[in-house]
């Protein structure tokens, strides 16, 4: 488990297309020594902070005035993964860039750029009571737990039908890093329509066609797709601004109800400590 607040050790970056505006997007990573991760914008910071969340349509955007930034859930789970707690991200567009849909090539340049250890705590949130969020027939909710330890399941169409997967040591989980994101093949058409989805493509995303996957090469796992739903769930959760410790349980939740039980838990403060 990680000890101390930490950052990256050097100066890197990162380009690609956003998933959702299609634009060519740049990215500057610098070391931060003040707590937390944040995005600096048009000369707006912006935390990547549970409060600052705006949007939670098809992705977690952030907003501060008129400036926001789509899409940042798998970059923070990458610098979950990789043990990041503070970071300043010069960005030059308003997404951050899809890559191959999954956290991998975020999590691979923070990990050749090392970490740096500062001497303070405050990295982990433990919850301490049981806290839960809920919409429709999905929900999730968290319980006391001195790990982290999360169980999701999902339900879609065939070929994709019923899935569950539980991840015990979710900081050692790597198999969740390099699980992509994934559309069915019919939403397509209305997602382009509302002006979304304009840098997908079989080479971010995988999608479910009515019989099989439409990828030439096909799933990386076999639960690829409950994988990717937790890797979302992740960088969803690091937007609490520490890493959280508590069993986890989801049922269909996405990026509102996973920002939802964040709201919950900060609602009251006898819901967690923080060390």
């Known amino acids: 488990m990680i000890k101390r607040q930490t950052t990256i050790n050097r100066i890197f970056k990162l380009s690609g297309i956003g998933l959702h505006t299609g634009r060519q997007v740049t990215m500057e990573f610098l070391p931060r020594r003040d707590f937390g991760i944040a995005f600096s914008i048009n000369g707006t910071i912006i935390p990547a902070r549970y409060d600052m969340v705006a949007d939670t349509r098809l992705s977690t955007q952030i907003a501060s005035g008129d400036s926001s930034i789509a899409t940042i859930e798998h970059l923070m789970a990458a610098f979950y993964f990789a043990g990041i707690t503070n970071c300043l991200i010069y960005i030059d567009g308003p997404e951050i860039p899809i890559m191959d849909g999954s956290a991998w090539e975020f999590y691979h340049e923070m990990w050749r750029a090392g970490v740096y250890e500062f001497p303070e705590a405050g990295v982990y949130m433990k919850v301490m009571r049981p806290v839960e969020a809920r919409h429709g027939d999905a929900w999730i909710r968290v319980k006391p737990l001195n790990t982290l330890d999360i169980t999701m399941s999902i339900e879609f169409r065939p070929p994709v039908g019923k899935q569950k997967k539980r991840v015990m040591d979710v900081e050692n989980a790597f198999s969740i890093i390099n699980s992509r994101t994934f559309v069915l093949e019919e939403e397509i058409e209305a997602i382009k329509k509302a ?57 269909r939740t996405g990026h509102y109800l996973n920002n939802l039980l964040l709201r919950e838990i900060f609602s009251d403060p006898e819901n967690y400590t923080v060390y």
């Open 195 to 251: 002006g979304l989805a304009k840098g997908g493509s079989l080479d971010n995303a995988v999608v479910i066609g009515s019989d099989e996957i439409v990828n030439p090469h096909g799933l990386r796992y076999g639960k690829e797709l409950v994988n990717h739903k937790i890797l979302d769930l992740i960088g969803d959760l690091y937007t609490a601004g520490y890493r959280l410790l508590g069993k986890v349980e989801a049922n």
